[in-house]
C-alpha cells in the first residue's frame, strides 16, 4: 500500500530513559503535519534474515533502516571502538530492541541509538560485522516512489562517520 511517509521530530518525541514507567510523553496526536517532517511517498519493506552483502546493498540503495538487535546489557557501559560483546547464538525471541542502521565500514555496523549524544560514540554504537548482535535478522525501511524534494539526503552508508 502506497502512502505518504513521515518522520517525528526528535525534539517533539525525545528518547526518556526508563520508557513508560518514567514519563515517557504522551503519544496522542504525535504525528500531525506540526510535528511531522514529511520525506515522500512510498511503502514499508519488512525483511527477515538477510544477508549481509544484501543488507549492505539495501542500505546503499534505500538509506538507513531500521534493524531490531539483541540489546547486550554490556552495550549500556558502551563508550568507543567496535562492539563485539553479544554472544555467537542468539534466538529470535532475544531480537527486540530497534535501532536504526545509518552506515557501515570495513568491520562494523554503524548504528544510531536513541539513548542521548553522551552515549557511545555521540549516541552512536559501531557493531562488529562479525558479531553483529542480530543485525539482519529483522529489517524494515520505506522503499520511496517519490522524494520530497525539501528533504536533505545522503544514500551513501559508508560516508556517515568520516570522523571514527
Not at 563485539?84 to 527486540?96: A, E, V
Not at 548504528?111 to 553522551?118: A, Y
Not at 516512489?145 to 560516508?159: C, E, F, G, L, S
Request: charged letters at 15%.
Amino acid at each position: 500500500m502506497l502512502s505518504l511517509v513521515g518522520a517525528v521530530n526528535h525534539k517533539t518525541y525525545p528518547f526518556v530513559a526508563g520508557g513508560l514507567n518514567k514519563g515517557l510523553p504522551s503519544t496522542k496526536n504525535i504525528c500531525n503535519d506540526r510535528n511531522r517532517i514529511f520525506l515522500g511517498s512510498g511503502t514499508v519493506v519488512s525483511i527477515f534474515n538477510i544477508s549481509e552483502k544484501e543488507l549492505k546493498n539495501t542500505l546503499s540503495q534505500n538509506g538507513p533502516v531500521v534493524v531490531a538487535i539483541y540489546l547486550d546489557p554490556k552495550m549500556a557501559s558502551y563508550s568507543s571502538g567496535i562492539f563485539s560483546g553479544c554472544p555467537s547464538q542468539i534466538s529470535q525471541s532475544q531480537i527486540t530492541y530497534p535501532m536504526l542502521l545509518i552506515g557501515y565500514d570495513q568491520n562494523s555496523w554503524i548504528l544510531e541509538n536513541r539513548w542521548g549524544p553522551n552515549w557511545g560514540l555521540s549516541g552512536n554504537v559501531k557493531i562488529a560485522l562479525a558479531n553483529s548482535c542480530g543485525v539482519g535478522r529483522e529489517v524494515r525501511y520505506i522503499k520511496f516512489t517519490k522524494i520530497n524534494a525539501n528533504v536533505q539526503t545522503n544514500m551513501d552508508p559508508t560516508k556517515h562517520f568520516t570522523k571514527y
